[in-house]
């Protein structure tokens, strides 16, 4: 079993930044594949970033690539999104989640098999 804590959401204003954290539990993090959702008022939950078990490997959603960087610490059981140049459509409730050990880089929502409990991030135009 695997828990995840996400942090770091808050207000920020457009153009600003912030970075997402999610600590994970268990002894065998650095072997699964990471990603990061999220889901608007109203809206289905989508696919963001994802990263590999190795951080070799990272792939993202068209409509966050160049602003943001999913990466990984496998030491600290953490993986992060540094998130720049911040939409207000960026708004949403972020979760990070995790699928057992794989070397592949995972999109796909129903793939994973953890999840976190989700940070609130809005961006004030």
């Known amino acids: 079993q695997v828990q995840l804590v996400e942090s770091g959401g808050g207000l920020v204003q457009a153009g600003g930044s912030l970075r997402l954290s999610c600590a994970a539990s268990?002894?065998?993090?650095?072997?699964?594949?990471m990603g990061w959702f999220r889901q608007a008022p109203g809206k289905e939950r989508e696919f963001v970033a994802a990263?590999?078990?190795?951080?070799?490997?990272?792939y993202y959603a068209d409509s966050v690539k160049g602003r943001f960087t999913i990466s990984r610490d496998n030491a600290k059981n953490t993986v992060y999104l540094q998130m720049n140049s911040l939409k207000p459509e960026d708004t949403a409730v972020y979760y990070c989640?995790?699928?057992?050990?794989?070397?592949?880089?995972?999109?796909?929502?129903?793939?994973?098999?953890?999840w976190g409990q989700g940070t609130q991030v809005t961006v004030s135009s």
């Open positions: 990263i590999s078990w190795s951080g070799g490997s990272t």
């Open positions: 989640a995790a699928k057992n050990p794989t070397t592949e880089v995972v999109t796909t929502e129903y793939e994973y098999d953890y």
């Open positions: 268990g002894r065998t993090f650095s072997s699964y594949a």
